[in-house]
C-alpha cells in the first residue's frame, strides 16, 4: 500500500512539473516562433506557434540595419575580460583560506559586509572615480568595476577551506613557490567552483544593462542588453524584430546554463553551501 501511494506521489509531483514546465516554456517558444516569422503574421489571430511563412528577414535587420553585431561583439569582449577578474577572485579566496596574516578576520568581514551595499549606491562614486582616470565610455570603465565581488571571494575561501594542507605542503616540499602551487596544484583541483564562478561571470556580464548604460555615451560601446532597450524605443511596433533581439539575448545564456548545470549544483554543494 505505500508502495503504490509512493509511486502515486512520484507521478502526481512529476505531473505538477511537467505542467509547470510547459506553462514557463510558451512565452519562450512564443518568442522564438516569432522572431522567424514575417511581421504581417507575427499579430495573426488566432495565432499559430509555428510559422507559415518561416524568414530569417528580422535577424537579417537586426545585424545589418541596426549594428547589433557591433553589440554582440562588445558584449562578448566585456564577458571576455570580466572572466579574466575570475583569477583574481580565485587568489583572494585562496589568500583568505589558507595564509595568516595581520587584521585577517577584520577584512574578510568589511569583504563580506560589501554584500550589504546595493550596487546602485556606489554606481556614483565609482563613475567619478572611472572619469577621472579617463576609462569613461571605454570597454575597460564597463569591466573594471566587476572585476571582484565579495560574493564570489566567499564561494572560492569556502572552497579551499576544503583543499588539504598537506596537498599544498608536498608542492612546497618539491620546491614550488606560493604561486606555482596556486596555479599547479590548486587550481587543477578547482574545476567545479571555477566552472559556477565562469557560469555566474558569464551571465552578469552578458545580462549587465545599467552601468553599461551610465558609462558608455556612444553608441558603438553599447552592449547587447543597452541596444535591446534601445531597439525597444526604435521598433516599438515590429515585434519579428524585437523578438529576434530577445533570442539573440536569452540563447546564448539559456545554451551555457543547460551546459554547465550540473557543475553549478556541484559548485554550490563543494562550497559549503546547501
Given at each position: 500500500m505505500s508502495n503504490t501511494r509512493s509511486r502515486l506521489a512520484r507521478a502526481t509531483v512529476a505531473t505538477v512539473l511537467l505542467v509547470g514546465a510547459v506553462l514557463f516554456s510558451v512565452p519562450f517558444l512564443w518568442m522564438l516562433s516569432g522572431s522567424v516569422k514575417p511581421e504581417s503574421e507575427v499579430l495573426d489571430i488566432p495565432p499559430t506557434l509555428w510559422p507559415r511563412d518561416f524568414t530569417w528577414d528580422n535577424y537579417?535587420?537586426?545585424?545589418?540595419?541596426?549594428?547589433?553585431?557591433?553589440?554582440?561583439v562588445n558584449t562578448l569582449l566585456v564577458v571576455a575580460l570580466s572572466l579574466v577578474g575570475l583569477l583574481l577572485r580565485a587568489m583572494a579566496g585562496y589568500g583568505f583560506a589558507k595564509f595568516d596574516f595581520p587584521a585577517k578576520g577584520p577584512i574578510y568581514v568589511v569583504v563580506l559586509a560589501t554584500m550589504m551595499i546595493p550596487d546602485q549606491v556606489t554606481m556614483i562614486p565609482t563613475y567619478l572615480i572611472l572619469n577621472?582616470?579617463?576609462?569613461?565610455?571605454?570597454l575597460t570603465g564597463i569591466v573594471l568595476p566587476g572585476l571582484v565581488s565579495a560574493f564570489s571571494v566567499f564561494l572560492f575561501r569556502q572552497f579551499f577551506s576544503t583543499v588539504p594542507n598537506e596537498l599544498l605542503e608536498a608542492?612546497?616540499?618539491?620546491?614550488?613557490?606560493e604561486i606555482r602551487v596556486f596555479l599547479r596544484v590548486v587550481l587543477p583541483v578547482s574545476g567545479p567552483i571555477l566552472a559556477i564562478q565562469a557560469l555566474l561571470t558569464f551571465i552578469a556580464s552578458w545580462n549587465s544593462f545599467l552601468w553599461p548604460l551610465i558609462v558608455a555615451t556612444d553608441q558603438d560601446k553599447y552592449t547587447l542588453s543597452v541596444g535591446l532597450a534601445l531597439l525597444?524605443?526604435?521598433?516599438?511596433?515590429?515585434?519579428?524584430?524585437?523578438?529576434?533581439?530577445?533570442?539573440?539575448?536569452?540563447?546564448?545564456?539559456?545554451?551555457?546554463?543547460?551546459?554547465?548545470?550540473?557543475?553549478?549544483?556541484?559548485?554550490?554543494?563543494?562550497?559549503?553551501l546547501k
Open positions: 537579417t535587420q537586426l545585424f545589418d540595419s541596426l549594428d547589433f553585431g557591433v553589440y554582440l577621472q582616470l579617463g576609462l569613461t565610455n571605454t608542492g612546497r616540499l618539491d620546491g614550488a613557490g525597444e524605443g526604435q521598433y516599438s511596433s515590429n515585434y519579428g524584430v524585437l523578438m529576434a533581439g530577445a533570442a539573440v539575448m536569452v540563447l546564448p545564456i539559456l545554451v551555457v546554463f543547460v551546459l554547465c548545470q550540473r557543475y553549478v549544483v556541484r559548485g554550490f554543494m563543494m562550497s559549503g
